[in-house]
């Protein structure tokens, strides 16, 4: 059967032009890996650097303008360039169409435009770095300094709205393709559960993205036209910018971790040859996240002056959001009870996920309760919270959906030795990494500085210590993936003895995906159908 | 599926009621109306969106589907603008 790789979509297109002008899903998806394996490398070498400048007191590899830079710059690509669209667009849409049996997104140009959309955002990011001095305000871009500050931030926003564009149509074209092109026979209870996932977060991308947008947009005017919309002394409010910057960030959140808990619920059952324990109630978590998600994103501002009914409201609101994550974390252990469990990389990464997420979902609360925040507000308390999460979750999720899918995608299987030396490395400096983090919090070392006390020195000493092991293995693991493609084309259409309708197809699967209309089974987790791998 | 072709007499006749609206706003922000001065600009300014969305954009002739869909993003944006109001209102 020949692949998608042999088969250019349009077929008139050829060499390089066959890549950039592909209406093919899966090419689209590979184009999203490239660029976004790129931004994260970048990124994560940024976060290495900041690290190692915090190793010591005072002044160790940079001083403290190129600090702000290195850790706005950390953000910002992070955040927009790799944990938000790393999931939704290089898995969701590989395999969101395969999943439900079709043979393309329901909107394939908007599908191309949203790639370039992301470039484009990225280069612009990029010549932000360059004009004027990079941004210094964080990835949050607070009001007033975001207004004030002589540095790039205008180019940098504008990043951010192209890249939020970006994403909200990718966002569109996922709930028009699980709305419309499902293959016929596969109700709404028989769609696995990375594609509820995606769709979830599809809808939060949709209609929480716009917020964003104009809030951005609106810095821009604030420095262009001087407005005056955060302006106290003109009759605005500082506050504002923070409600409405975090009306968008918080779900945000939501959209980079909820597609990560997706992959974990298709891995766990897999590799634990027993059906997922609970769909209905993880399906139903996955919206109630989404939904209860987008209503606590003032907890982030429990020290900003807001009124004490909203720090009450939105701190009962943020408690409310860890009962659909409870669940999730309770189905997948509960699946694995009893399960005959079969110990490969992707499981492995899979299991660190949901130890690193309960960690940081934990931490939440502490955060989430008015009392404790107030305490270790903005310290590195908050810094070892969300990366425990955005790392810990959705990157290690990320990981463990690179090594699930990948014989899928590139129809070749990779070393599982290096694979799990990768993990360990990787898991290991992440804990040494980021538990010191939490103790220099509680201690009161804020976050964001350059330069500390004595006192905060060793916690600074293990966390740098904990980066340098910790990126050696991330480098590992990306090579191992890599090496793997010098391999013949040899791994099977179902390695795993997987269930969803990807696994019934060739790897790499054909240009349309299928040749014949598949037909769902009456639930998509059912291994009597399968053997053991 | 039905094109819905409306004629240039309707979307005339609309454009002129958003032209008066748009002079009412004006007129109305030179009268001092205290607190009320933001609900009678907001009032028209959301009827001026509906005769927009209705005619210009053909929201009228649309299936539920998507009259559904449209009117969610309205709930939800009065949804996160009402949950400013915990923190702006008890200040």
Redesign the interface.
Known sequence: MTSFYHTPFPARFRGVWAWLLTLDHKRIALLYLGAVMFWFIIAIVLGFLVRMELMTPGRTIMGAETYNAAFTLHGVIMIFLFVIPAMPAIFGNFLLPIQIGTDDVFFPKLNLLSWYLYMLGGVLAIVSLFADGPPDTGWTFYVPFSVSTQTNVGLTVTAAFTLGLSSMLTGLNFITTVHRMRVPGMGWLQIPLFTWSLYATAWVQLLATPVLSITLLLVVFERVFGTGLFDPARGGDPVLYQHLFWMYSHPAVYIMILPGMGVISEIIPVFSRKSIFGYKAIVGSSLGIATAGSLVWAHHMFTSGMSDVAVFVFSFLTFIVAIPSAIKVFSWVSTMYKGSILMTPPLFFALCFIYLFSVGGLTGLVLGSAGTNIQVHDTHFVVAHFHFVMFGGTGFSFFAALHFWWPKIFGRMYDFKRAYLSALLIVTGFMLHYVPMFILGLQGMPRRYHDYLEQFAPGNLFAGLGALIMVPGLFLMVINLMMSLKQPVDAPADPWGGTTLEWSVPSPPPLHNFIERPSPGEYPYDFSRVGTP | MDPHIQSYKKLGGVLGVLLVLTAITVGVSRLDLGSLSLWVAMVIAGMKSALVLLFFMHLKYESWLIRGSFLM?IG?LA??IG??F??????
């Open positions: 993003t939800v949804l996160f949950f400013m915990w923190d702006v209102a008890f200040r």
